[in-house]
């Protein structure tokens, strides 16, 4: 299949802006950061045909960010299905890289630097055993500061079921975090 030039930099022009943020909300949904390259080149190389359609988009971003999202769960389906056949896999969650990110210190010595990688480990590893939809919504709603209503526009459900969904996902990872953190 053959693409013109000009299609080329009418696609760079709609989607170079927002490459950032898909990378850092494909990031954060794989915990890798191979694997949130992997899911930005195949949501890229999915749309890089469909430009035309591109240019007709009011918002960009929540549409982008729907189609990586769309991308990231039918890719998590397809690796569950392999995942139960193979019986070689261990799922060693130290293997993954971080959800949060990491800040910076605030002086208060090594001891505290220790309790907070401690304490985000515990919160990377209840985060991971969420189903992908649950991460998603928390993913997007308390680390990168989304709207409800621009959520609501990526799962495509009404703006009133993202509270309540909330509640619920964040109920669910007080739970597991707290089954963590009995002796």
């Not at 954060?28 to 045909?49: I, S």
């Not at 918002?59 to 890719?75: E, G, K, S, T």
């Not at 800040?103 to 969420?130: I, K, S, T």
Request: proline share 5%.
């Amino acid at each position: 299949m053959f693409f013109s030039r000009s299609q080329a930099r009418t696609f760079d022009q709609l989607v170079k802006p927002h490459l950032r943020g898909l990378y850092r909300f494909a990031h954060r949904l794989t915990g890798n950061p191979a694997d949130a390259e992997d899911l930005v080149q195949d949501v890229m190389l999915k749309l890089y045909p469909r430009t035309r359609e591109l240019e007709t988009v009011q918002d960009l971003r929540p549409w982008l960010n729907r189609v990586l999202y769309r991308q990231f769960v039918d890719r998590d389906r397809k690796g569950k299905r392999r995942q139960e056949q193979s019986v070689t896999d261990t799922g060693d969650i130290e293997n993954h890289q971080a959800f949060l990110d990491r800040y910076p210190g605030e002086g208060l010595g090594p001891l505290a630097d220790m309790e907070r990688g401690r304490a985000g480990r515990m919160v990377q590893e209840a985060l991971a055993e969420l189903p992908p939809d649950q991460r998603a919504l928390l993913i997007m709603y308390d680390v990168e500061g989304w709207e409800q209503q621009a959520i609501a526009e990526v799962l495509e459900v009404a703006p009133g079921t993202i509270k309540s969904r909330l509640h619920r996902c964040r109920q669910k990872l007080r739970e597991q975090l707290a089954r963590r953190m009995e002796p």
